[in-house]
């Protein structure tokens, strides 16, 4: 089994979770979350260095560190991005780029399973980010994509053709439709994405060998158009 470290700081908390073995025992994960609206930079590697400590495991025992690329806050995920990239780039590990919405139908699951999971993040400028998911954890990837993540009105969010579970603060977004409410299994506008739930994901594409050179880590933001021009744009 792989050591593997998750970073997530898309949003207002940060997350960072560490998948380890202890010897003789079967895998164990240390992890934080925590508030952290505009300290991301201030808070992340301190965390880092906390669920290291914790597990007994130095940086150069990690095998692959995953990363949640989006969508989110823009400056969030260039955060995670560029930590993730600097620690793999010094380690010389791979990458495994991780779906912030993705991670949140595999948490979803853990409450509600047997459903399809529409997962929504507030994506401001009254918009929502917004992706549809089946779980099946004996499946390779654990998560099936069922309608392709995409930033949109919320006015225009689809519903589930299967029993489905939403959540996330794409709900909280004014004119969220109430027939998409009405109609979920379960409703949870609280929930965001966590490293812990990155972890298992990670695992399934490390297994697959789909991680990524350092310098293939890159944001995905969903907008054709940023609001800050002055960034580059990554697709």
């Not at 898309?10 to 073995?21: D, E, H, K, P, T």
């Not at 590990?93 to 595999?106: C, E, G, N, Q």
């Not at 959540?167 to 109430?178: H, I, K, L, N």
């Not at 697959?208 to 995905?220: A, M, R, S």
Request: negative net charge; aromatic residues 6%; proline residues 7%.
């Amino acid at each position: 089994m792989s050591n593997l470290l998750a970073l997530d700081t898309s949003g207002n908390s940060c997350s960072v979770a560490l998948l380890y073995q202890p010897a003789g025992q079967v895998g164990q994960v240390v992890a934080r979350h925590e508030a952290a609206q505009r300290s991301h930079t201030q808070r992340l590697l301190p965390m880092i260095a906390e669920v290291l400590q914790e597990a007994g495991i130095k940086q150069s025992q990690l095998d692959a560190i995953a990363y949640g690329r989006g969508p989110g806050s823009f400056t969030g995920i260039r955060i995670a991005a560029g930590v993730a990239q600097g620690l793999a780039f010094g380690l010389d590990i791979p990458l495994i780029p991780v779906s912030t919405l993705a991670a949140m139908a595999l948490q979803a699951q853990q409450a509600h399973p047997d459903c399809v999971y529409l997962c929504t993040l507030d994506a401001r400028m009254n918009e929502v980010y917004a992706g549809t998911y089946g779980v099946d954890m004996q499946a390779p990837d654990l998560v099936t994509i069922l309608a392709h993540e995409q930033v949109l009105p919320p006015s225009l969010v689809a519903i589930p053709e299967q029993p489905f579970v939403v959540c996330g603060s794409g709900m909280q977004v004014a004119d969220f439709p109430v027939h998409i409410v009405g109609q979920a299994r379960a409703c949870m506008p609280d929930m965001e994405p966590m490293a812990q739930h990155m972890v298992a994901l990670g695992v399934a594409q490390l297994a697959q060998d789909k991680g990524q050179l350092p310098e293939h880590g890159l944001p995905v933001y969903l907008r054709d158009e940023i609001t800050w021009q002055k960034l580059p744009r990554y697709q």
